[in-house]
C-alpha cells in the first residue's frame, strides 16, 4: 500500500527517516497491507531525500532533535499513535548527548501521547563484561537509553540492528587482499561465531512492521534485527561463490587486528571502539532472540545480498 492520508490511520513517528534504519521503517510501513500514516523529522525539509518522502505522502515535520530544542521536540510528537526512536552516536561522537537526546525522544515520545515505543538500541558490553570493555561507548549509551525507556511507562520494545550487510565494502578492514592474491576476512573471533546479517535498508523496518501489527505489543522484548544467522565460516564461502573470488576467514589475534585498523587509517577513538565492540563479539557472541520465520515476508538471506551486490571496488 500506499502511505496513508486517511486521518484514521494510526499515525507513526518515525526518527531517522531519511537515514538507514528510519528510513527502512518508512519502507516497512509503506508495504505493509494495513494503512499508516508516517510523520518524519528532518532539520532540511528542502533536503531530496525528505522532498521524496514528501512525494510519497510522509507528512514531514521541521525538527532538531537536540537537547537545546526541547520545547520543539515534545511538540513534535504530539498526537502520534506509535513511535521509532533512534540516534547516531556518529553524527557527533560523544556518549553523554547520545544519551540524554535518546532520553529526550522518549519522554516527548510519552508526552505526546503514543501508545508504544520502538527504539534502536545495542547491549551495554560495560555490564556484560564486568566493566572490563568500557570503549564501545555508542552500545553503552544506547544501553541507557533503553533502561529509561523500560521505566517510562509507554509499552517499550528495544528492537537492535544486526551487522550491516553493507560494512564489507564500507569498512576497509573487513576484507583485505593478502600478498598471495587471495582475498580475507580478518577477525579476531571464531570461525564459528554467528553473526546477525542485516540488510538494513531492506528489512529493518520489516522487523518493526512485525512488532507494531503483533496481536499484543511485546513490551520489555529485546529483538535483533536480522536477515540471516550464519557463522564467519559461513559468510565467508557464501562470499567466495557469490563473486568467484577466492576468500577466506583469517582469525587473527587483537593485535593483528589494531595493526588492520591503523593501517586503515582509522581514528585512534574510533580504534579503541572498534577494539573493544570486537573484544565483546569474542566473548558474548551476538545471540538472536527470535527468527526470521515470524516475519510477514522472506528477509534477504546474506547470499543474495552478495549475489546483487557490486563488489569490484572491494575486491581489487
Known amino acids: 500500500m500506499t502511505i496513508s492520508q486517511d486521518s484514521s490511520a494510526p499515525l507513526v513517528a518515525v526518527v531517522g527517516a531519511t537515514g538507514n534504519q528510519g528510513g527502512s521503517v518508512v519502507n516497512g510501513l509503506e508495504e505493509s497491507d494495513k494503512p499508516y500514516r508516517v510523520r518524519a523529522f528532518t532539520r532540511d525539509a528542502s533536503k531530496p531525500a525528505a522532498q521524496a518522502l514528501a512525494k510519497r505522502g510522509v507528512e514531514v515535520v521541521v525538527a532538531s532533535l537536540v537537547l537545546e530544542n526541547k520545547e520543539e521536540v515534545y511538540k513534535a510528537f504530539s498526537g502520534a499513535d506509535s513511535a521509532f526512536l533512534v540516534t547516531n552516536y556518529w553524527d557527533h561522537g560523544d556518549k553523554e548527548r547520545e544519551t540524554n537526546e535518546g532520553k529526550l525522544l522518549i519522554d516527548a ?8 515505543i520502538i527504539w534502536s538500541g545495542l547491549p551495554s558490553y ?30 517499550f ?6 551487522f550491516y550487510d553493507t560494512l564489507f565494502f564500507l569498512l576497509p578492514f573487513l576484507l583485505q587482499k593478502q600478498q598471495d592474491g587471495r582475498f580475507a576476512i580478518p577477525m579476531p573471533v571464531t570461525s564459528t561465531l554467528k553473526m546477525p546479517m542485516l540488510d538494513v535498508a531492506r528489512d529493518y523496518g520489516l522487523w518493526a ?23 564467519v565460516q559461513d559468510l565467508t564461502q557464501q562470499l567466495a561463490k557469490a563473486t568467484g573470488k577466492e576468500i577466506v576467514f583469517n582469525e587473527i589475534s587483537m593485535e593483528q587486528f589494531k595493526q588492520n585498523l591503523q593501517a586503515a587509517e582509522i581514528p585512534p577513538n574510533v580504534e579503541e571502539i572498534f577494539v573493544d565492540v570486537w573484544l565483546g563479539l569474542a566473548d558474548f557472541g551476538w545471540p538472536i532472540t527470535t527468527t526470521t520465520e515470524v516475519l510477514p515476508r522472506p528477509t534477504r538471506t546474506w547470499a543474495e545480498f552478495a549475489k546483487i551486490t557490486d563488489w569490484s571496488k572491494a575486491l581489487v
Open 109 to 116: 515520545a510519552k508526552s505526546g501521547g503514543v501508545s508504544c
Open 157 to 162: 520494545v528495544d528492537l537492535q540492528a544486526g
Open 209 to 231: 512492521r512485525y512488532l507494531l501489527e503483533l496481536p499484543t505489543f511485546p513490551d520489555g522484548s529485546s529483538i535483533v534485527a536480522h536477515g540471516d544467522y550464519l557463522s
Open 126 to 155: 560495560t555490564k556484560l563484561s564486568g566493566g572490563k570493555l568500557v570503549h564501545a561507548y555508542h552500545f553503552d549509551s544506547k544501553a541507557l537509553v533503553t533502561e529509561h525507556g523500560r521505566q517510562s511507562g509507554v509499552p
